[in-house]
């Protein structure tokens, strides 16, 4: 059977992109604060490696580094000046890869789709 380079190249295309869009396999789950403390210890976030009482210095380090709500996408924007980045992203609790989702505070059924249209 003689098989053109055309369908040769069609089909390595495709499991190129099979390849690229399969999820990749991590060893164990890290969560978000323990990625941080990777790159410079506790005081990556915290001042003096504490929390603070009412989280606006963590904020600020949150944003001295991924920048402002109202600099990122359509999603964040909303949420500038009413809350922080630990508000959604709990960083003690949730994994690296993980993101909120709308209704984990919006009880009306949104989604970053519904709201990006």
Same mark, same amino acid.
Not at 34 to 51: I, K, L, Q, R, S
Not at 100 to 112: I, L, N, Y
């Given at each position: 059977?003689?098989?053109?380079?055309?369908?040769?190249?069609?089909?390595?295309?495709?499991?190129?992109?099979?390849?690229?869009?399969?999820?990749?396999?991590?060893?164990?789950?890290?969560?978000?604060?323990?990625?941080?403390?990777?790159?410079? *210890?506790?005081?990556?976030?915290?001042?003096?490696?504490?929390?603070?009482?009412? /989280?606006?210095?963590?904020?600020?380090?949150?944003?001295?580094?991924? /920048? !402002?709500?109202?600099?990122?996408?359509?999603?964040?924007?909303?949420?500038? /000046?009413?809350?922080?980045?630990?508000?959604?992203?709990?960083?003690?609790?949730?994994?690296?890869?993980?993101?909120? !989702?709308?209704?984990?505070?919006?009880?009306? *059924?949104?989604?970053?789709?519904?709201?990006?249209?």
């Amino acid at each position: 059977m003689i098989v053109s380079n055309k369908l040769l190249s069609a089909l390595f295309g495709a499991a190129l992109a099979a390849l690229a869009l399969s999820p990749v396999a991590t060893a164990e789950p890290q969560e978000l604060a323990e990625m941080h403390v990777e790159m410079d *210890g506790c005081e990556a976030c915290h001042e003096d490696g504490e929390p603070s009482a009412d /989280g606006a210095f963590e904020f600020e380090q949150c944003q001295s580094c991924h /920048g !402002t709500l109202d600099e990122m996408d359509a999603v964040h924007q909303p949420h500038e /000046g009413n809350l922080m980045c630990a508000d959604c992203h709990a960083p003690h609790d949730m994994n690296v890869g993980d993101k909120p !989702t709308c209704d984990s505070c919006h009880d009306d *059924g949104r989604t970053p789709e519904s709201i990006l249209k």
